[in-house]
């Protein structure tokens, strides 16, 4: 049996992301698919306690990196724009000592900083360039559809505030909880 369900994370909440489908796996439901801006499709299991684990990789992967990966104990299972979805039982985990992805905090940061390169910047680009120049010719009027647009670009520009603003902090947070 399968279901879908959505749940809408930032490009900053892959913690609560991994968190998030861990319950579902301990729950009886594996992810077997994910599709944005946030359906993930399950697939009934025995319930079990499996650790999630996302990495975020803006360009191919390599098959090293994969293999890598595997040695390691993680099973490879699906990307989305750029995030790769691994995924290992908890009890193996504890057993090998590995319970992350990344061996050491360095490797977190980098990540960090991939996605505020190829995420976060260009969002910052479109809501400077697209957003607030748009909203400030809807307010000035001369249209009759001038109110429509205020509204929407005004909805709009709290939506990229608000995601500048969360990521931003939360993504800073975490490159300097893992030192840089």
Not at 1 to 8: A, C, L, V
Not at 66 to 72: I, P, T, V
Not at 80 to 103: N, T, V
Not at 152 to 164: E, K
Request: glycine share 8%; proline share 3%.
């Amino acid at each position: 049996m399968r279901k879908t369900r959505f749940r809408f994370f930032t490009i900053a909440d892959y913690d609560e992301e991994e968190l998030w489908l861990r319950e579902q796996h301990r729950a009886g439901w594996k992810l077997v698919k994910m599709a944005p801006p946030g359906f993930f499709t399950f697939e009934s299991c025995e319930p079990e306690d499996v650790i999630y684990r996302l990495d975020y990789k803006n360009s191919a992967m390599s098959e090293e990196y994969l293999q890598m990966a595997r040695d390691f104990g993680w099973e490879y299972f699906e990307s989305c724009f750029g995030w790769l979805y691994f995924r290992k039982p908890a009890a193996a985990a504890a057993a090998d000592g590995e319970d992350e992805l990344f061996s050491d905090n360095a490797s977190k940061a980098e990540m960090a900083g991939r996605i505020v390169k190829t995420r976060l910047l260009p969002l910052a680009l479109i809501f400077l360039g697209c957003v607030i120049p748009n909203l400030v010719n809807s307010l000035r009027g001369g249209s009759s559809l001038s109110g429509f647009f205020t509204v929407v670009f005004g909805i709009m520009f709290v939506i990229y505030v608000y995601l500048l603003v969360h990521c931003g902090l939360k993504l800073k947070a975490i490159r300097e909880k893992y030192g840089r």
